[in-house]
């Protein structure tokens, strides 16, 4: 079964600076995607980032970086120059392809982003 | 464009009352569909997934059950509400047989009390 660990509940970081948050996930399968999703406190959850894991390039989304590292089953992600409205949680997620769908999401980490 | 709606956004029910929590996308067809619930400190857990008409899928065994009556539309259902029903339940939709993420709608905060 896979599984996805976020390891850092909550996060702090200055206004216009750098931070970046982990993910790490478990699967034997070799076709899959990792996505980044953020909540902020209206509680939607949206689409920040996708990865497919047979592209080795990092994707990216303007600010938002993510650094995937396939051996080490690694996909965190980096958002640059920090701005008050990134304040959310955010969630790490696995899809195994062709599972219809189904995502299988890391529990959070809390994002405070401080003027 | 696709847009999907969730509603209500909040309940307050009695334990042992019944639930039903409806959600409809708009600008696609034949999607799939899921709803997953939140709780406190927790990812989002999958509860039903649904590829068509009449199919559903369930993750977890629980004290809910859901039906999908047309193409668009996802039903979220108890008999009796347990108080650990309580939770943040949201809708989401996918393109069929791609790939693909899921798309969220605003969520329904339920209190079972």
């Known amino acids: 079964a896979q599984t996805v660990t976020q390891s850092q509940p909550e996060m702090s970081v200055q206004e216009a600076e750098t931070v970046t948050l982990s993910c790490t996930y478990d699967?034997?399968?070799?076709?899959?995607?990792l996505f980044w999703y953020k909540q902020p406190p209206s509680r939607q959850m949206i689409l920040v980032i996708r990865?497919?894991?047979?592209?080795?390039q990092n994707a990216t989304e303007n600010r938002f970086s993510v650094n995937f590292q396939k051996a080490a089953k690694s996909f965190s992600l980096k958002i640059s120059d920090s701005q008050l409205g990134d304040t959310a949680m955010y969630f790490c997620?696995?899809?195994?392809?062709?599972?219809?769908?189904?995502?299988?999401f890391g529990k959070g980490t809390k994002l405070s982003v401080k003027p | 464009s696709q847009t999907i709606h969730q509603w209500p956004a909040t309940l307050v029910q009695p334990v042992g009352s019944p639930l039903s929590l409806e959600c409809t996308v708009e600008?696609?067809?034949?999607?799939?569909l899921y709803w997953y619930r939140q709780a406190a400190g927790r990812g989002l857990q999958l509860l039903f997934y649904?590829?068509?008409?009449?199919?559903i899928s369930s993750e977890v065994p629980q004290n809910l059950s859901a039906s999908r009556p047309q193409d668009r539309q996802f039903i979220l259902s108890s008999k009796k509400l347990l108080l650990s029903d309580s939770g943040f339940y949201l809708c989401?939709?996918?393109?069929?047989?791609?790939?693909?993420?899921?798309?969220f709608g605003q969520g329904t905060r339920l209190t079972v009390v």
């Open positions: 989401a939709w996918g393109r069929q047989g791609v790939d693909t993420e899921a798309f």
């Open positions: 600008g696609t067809s034949n999607p799939n």
């Open positions: 699967t034997s399968e070799s076709n899959y995607y």
């Open positions: 649904s590829v068509g008409i009449g199919q």
């Open positions: 990865q497919e894991a047979y592209k080795q």
């Open positions: 997620a696995f899809l195994l392809g062709g599972s219809q769908g189904n995502l299988i």
